[in-house]
């Protein structure tokens, strides 16, 4: 049924030219009363300013765009903008978003769309609206640009990294809780003392000296060497004039590059003579942090293919040969205007799920194009392929190939013993060579360097060839399942702090050498020991499941932090409800197979076990504290 007009609700977002109105946009952190993830919830009316079109109208605009969209039958239109929201907040980048939830209320629909950026996800709900608003006026409505603009919001927040977007979903897939420390700048996956943190593909169990030594090229170059693998002769230089002497008693084509640096920064390959290497070596120079000392590594450059492979664990798990930028002509139109078209195509959005970058322009472009005889204002011919660079830098628009099966066998055990030697869960190793099919003992095979912190985008969503699930491999290096990434959680609609201190010591004398985290609206302890109580609720829930000893969590959450936040965690294993009201029911909705649910209403108690029931009368003299601390004897 359509939403009928109401003039009576009181309006907070629309004009008087509006046919709906948004009001009370709130953000939940995670499970709350209206979807069991983090949500933007918002009540959605009409205004009865002005009448809406047809449904049917809106949808045939809308599924022009979506076309997914027009299937489903639609009750309202509150219906239609909640699925409309869900769609656009994928972003046309395939995120995870797909979770959404209708409440009626007399006047106006409860809507709550899942979360991952609030601040993406609030812009995409505002410019929906716009929409819903201009197909009422019959408009025209630019959403491409607003789409584009909320992409670019994504990408510049903590979660639009290709890396660590690709971790936090494959951690939500495998039930892994995965959140992020605004103070620390990282990602935690885990609860207390079964938590790993980390930044992109560096976590905290990494040597740093080991990732430290990676970025001294020259010290690493030295060492692979001695353990007896390929790489190309060369020096580290300090001046031009050095550079100079060492190509020349080397011999060109050289490869210029500075010690400190990373993702191709200030990388010139195939350097043919002198005047070529004073422009790479200044390229050089300006890729080196100021706090860095001028060191630039001059070597041989090796003929072939480049290549990463890719070692999780001090195991192979991926190849992906990776291809300079290139374009394709088509007889009339500018290298220019190649590349502008070629930056229009879907695949290369620069997201956190995009196969491809945009093509970077440059003067290292415009430099290797002119010792091709070309420019950006030439004209191709129809189907020749022209390469934009010498190196094949994926972020400036070059193209990856997966090579995993194709990898020598030879070559997976170079990748394997050459991990082993770094306590490292991840690392990157960048080879050239003809081809990985053959071995690197027959020669014309180069290890270019090692990465610390490799990307991962590049195997999991090459431009072509199969995807390798990296982020699978990585977090199965640290947790067998989303199971062995949790702790024990107990949560409880209400409880005084002298129960929970009762309730601490309980476990405290089964398990005397645990560490127990708990918190109520009035105290946090950590054992017996109480801490700083923070002003938001669940920043002391966070705070504990922060802490790297934590065995156990206790957490209080009544319905006026349901109501006002949400809950930072998801799932229980033992729910503990005293007379609870509709709000706090939901803490039983998203518990565990085996998680225990006690319910007590009025001197009834009810517990759920094992798929079993059993229903008792409290005693007159019984206490509801006996019968909890009896069932977590039995939990844990």
Same mark, same amino acid.
């Given at each position: 049924?359509?939403?009928?007009?109401?003039?009576?609700?009181?309006?907070?977002?629309?004009?008087?030219?509006?046919?709906?109105?948004?009001?009370?946009?709130?953000?939940?952190?995670?499970?709350?009363?209206?979807?069991?993830?983090?949500?933007?919830?918002?009540?959605?009316?009409?205004?009865?300013?002005?009448?809406?079109?047809?449904?049917?109208?809106?949808?045939?605009?809308?599924?022009?765009?979506?076309?997914?969209?027009?299937?489903?039958?639609?009750?309202?239109?509150?219906?239609?903008?909640?699925?409309?929201?869900?769609?656009?907040?994928?972003?046309?980048?395939?995120?995870?978003?797909?979770?959404?939830?209708?409440?009626?209320?007399?006047?106006?629909?409860?809507?709550?769309?899942?979360?991952?950026?609030?601040?993406?996800?609030?812009?995409?709900?505002?410019?929906?609206?716009?929409?819903?608003?201009?197909?009422?006026?019959?408009?025209?409505?630019?959403?491409?640009?607003?789409?584009?603009?909320?992409?670019?919001?994504?990408?510049?927040?903590?979660?639009?990294?290709?890396?660590?977007?690709?971790?936090?979903?494959?951690?939500?897939?495998?039930?892994?809780?995965?959140?992020?420390?605004?103070?620390?700048?990282?990602?935690?996956?885990?609860?207390?003392?079964?938590?790993?943190?980390?930044?992109?593909?560096?976590?905290?169990?990494?040597?740093?000296?080991?990732?430290?030594?990676?970025?001294?090229?020259?010290?690493?170059?030295?060492?692979?060497?001695?353990?007896?693998?390929?790489?190309?002769?060369?020096?580290?230089?300090?001046?031009?004039?050095?550079?100079?002497?060492?190509?020349?008693?080397?011999?060109?084509?050289?490869?210029?590059?500075?010690?400190?640096?990373?993702?191709?920064?200030?990388?010139?390959?195939?350097?043919?003579?002198?005047?070529?290497?004073?422009?790479?070596?200044?390229?050089?120079?300006?890729?080196?942090?100021?706090?860095?000392?001028?060191?630039?590594?001059?070597?041989?450059?090796?003929?072939?293919?480049?290549?990463?492979?890719?070692?999780?664990?001090?195991?192979?798990?991926?190849?992906?040969?990776?291809?300079?930028?290139?374009?394709?002509?088509?007889?009339?139109?500018?290298?220019?205007?190649?590349?502008?078209?070629?930056?229009?195509?879907?695949?290369?959005?620069?997201?956190?799920?995009?196969?491809?970058?945009?093509?970077?322009?440059?003067?290292?472009?415009?430099?290797?194009?002119?010792?091709?005889?070309?420019?950006?204002?030439?004209?191709?011919?129809?189907?020749?392929?022209?390469?934009?660079?010498?190196?094949?830098?994926?972020?400036?628009?070059?193209?990856?190939?997966?090579?995993?099966?194709?990898?020598?066998?030879?070559?997976?055990?170079?990748?394997?013993?050459?991990?082993?030697?770094?306590?490292?869960?991840?690392?990157?190793?960048?080879?050239?060579?003809?081809?990985?099919?053959?071995?690197?003992?027959?020669?014309?095979?180069?290890?270019?360097?090692?990465? &610390?912190?490799?990307? =991962?985008?590049?195997?999991? /969503?090459?431009? %072509?060839?199969?995807?390798?699930?990296?982020?699978? $491999? #990585? @977090?199965?290096?640290?947790?067998?399942?989303?199971?062995? &990434?949790?702790?024990? =959680?107990?949560?409880?609609? /209400?409880?005084? %702090?002298?129960?929970?201190?009762?309730?601490?010591? $309980? #476990? @405290?004398?089964?398990?005397?050498?645990?560490?127990?985290? &708990?918190?109520?609206?009035?105290?946090?302890?950590?054992?017996?020991?109480?801490?700083?109580?923070?002003?938001?609720?669940?920043?002391?829930?966070?705070?504990?499941?922060?802490?790297?000893?934590?065995?156990?969590?206790?957490?209080?959450?009544?319905?006026?932090?349901?109501?006002?936040?949400?809950?930072?965690?998801?799932?229980?294993?033992?729910?503990?409800?005293?007379?609870?009201?509709?709000?706090?029911?939901?803490?039983?909705?998203?518990?565990?197979?085996?998680?225990?649910?006690?319910?007590?209403?009025?001197?009834?108690?009810?517990?759920?076990?094992?798929?079993?029931?059993?229903?008792?009368?409290?005693?007159?003299?019984?206490?509801?504290?006996?019968?909890?601390?009896?069932?977590?004897?039995?939990?844990?």
């Amino acid at each position: 049924m359509i939403l009928e007009i109401n003039t009576d609700t009181l309006r907070i977002n629309a004009r008087n030219t509006d046919a709906f109105d948004i009001f009370n946009i709130q953000h939940y952190i995670g499970p709350n009363p209206y979807l069991e993830t983090a949500a933007l919830v918002f009540d959605f009316a009409l205004t009865g300013h002005l009448p809406p079109r047809p449904i049917e109208d809106y949808i045939a605009i809308i599924s022009d765009r979506f076309p997914d969209l027009s299937e489903p039958t639609y009750d309202s239109f509150a219906q239609l903008f909640a699925r409309t929201v869900s769609e656009a907040g994928k972003l046309d980048m395939g995120l995870h978003l797909d979770r959404w939830n209708l409440k009626p209320y007399k006047d106006y629909i409860r809507v709550s769309v899942q979360t991952l950026h609030a601040r993406t996800q609030r812009g995409v709900i505002y410019a929906v609206w716009d929409w819903f608003e201009a197909i009422t006026q019959g408009e025209e409505f630019l959403f491409e640009e607003q789409i584009k603009a909320l992409q670019e919001t994504f990408r510049r927040s903590v979660y639009g990294g290709p890396t660590v977007y690709a971790l936090l979903r494959t951690a939500g897939d495998q039930g892994i809780p995965a959140f992020y420390l605004w103070d620390e700048g990282l990602m935690q996956y885990g609860y207390g003392k079964k938590q790993v943190r980390g930044s992109a593909t560096t976590f905290d169990c990494d040597s740093h000296l080991d990732s430290d030594f990676t970025t001294r090229k020259d010290d690493c170059k030295a060492f692979l060497s001695n353990l007896g693998f390929p790489v190309p002769q060369g020096d580290v230089v300090v001046s031009c004039k050095e550079a100079l002497n060492v190509a020349k008693t080397i011999g060109y084509p050289v490869a210029v590059k500075p010690v400190a640096g990373h993702k191709g920064i200030g990388v010139t390959a195939e350097v043919q003579n002198a005047e070529e290497l004073e422009f790479a070596f200044d390229r050089a120079l300006d890729a080196i942090p100021e706090n860095q000392a001028t060191q630039i590594i001059v070597e041989k450059s090796i003929s072939g293919v480049d290549f990463r492979l890719l070692c999780v664990n001090g195991r192979f798990v991926a190849a992906t040969e990776r291809r300079p930028a290139s374009v394709v002509g088509d007889g009339y139109s500018t290298i220019a205007e190649l590349i502008e078209r070629e930056n229009r195509k879907p695949e290369r959005t620069d997201s956190a799920t995009s196969p491809l970058g945009k093509i970077q322009s440059d003067d290292s472009m415009e430099r290797y194009l002119g010792e091709q005889g070309l420019s950006t204002d030439s004209v191709i011919e129809k189907d020749r392929t022209v390469y934009l660079r010498k190196v094949a830098n994926l972020s400036a628009g070059g193209l990856s190939i997966d090579a995993t099966r194709t990898v020598h066998p030879d070559n997976i055990i170079l990748a394997q013993d050459i991990a082993q030697h770094f306590k490292l869960t991840c690392l990157g190793i960048d080879v050239i060579a003809q081809s990985l099919a053959k071995s690197w003992k027959s020669g014309n095979f180069g290890i270019i360097e090692i990465n &610390a912190a490799p990307g =991962i985008s590049m195997h999991l /969503r090459p431009a %072509v060839g199969e995807s390798v699930d990296v982020p699978s $491999h #990585i @977090l199965d290096t640290f947790f067998e399942s989303g199971t062995a &990434a949790r702790i024990p =959680i107990i949560t409880f609609n /209400r409880i005084s %702090v002298q129960d929970l201190q009762e309730t601490i010591d $309980h #476990i @405290l004398l089964q398990h005397p050498d645990w560490t127990i985290g &708990a918190v109520c609206r009035d105290a946090v302890f950590v054992n017996r020991s109480q801490k700083n109580l923070h002003r938001d609720y669940n920043k002391n829930v966070q705070n504990l499941l922060r802490h790297p000893k934590l065995d156990l969590l206790i957490a209080e959450y009544g319905e006026d932090a349901l109501e006002r936040d949400g809950m930072f965690y998801h799932g229980s294993n033992m729910v503990v409800l005293d007379n609870p009201t509709e709000t706090e029911m939901m803490l039983t909705r998203d518990i565990f197979d085996h998680s225990i649910v006690v319910i007590k209403e009025g001197d009834n108690v009810s517990i759920r076990r094992e798929g079993l029931i059993e229903q008792y009368t409290l005693g007159a003299t019984e206490v509801f504290t006996r019968v909890h601390l009896k069932e977590i004897g039995t939990l844990l």
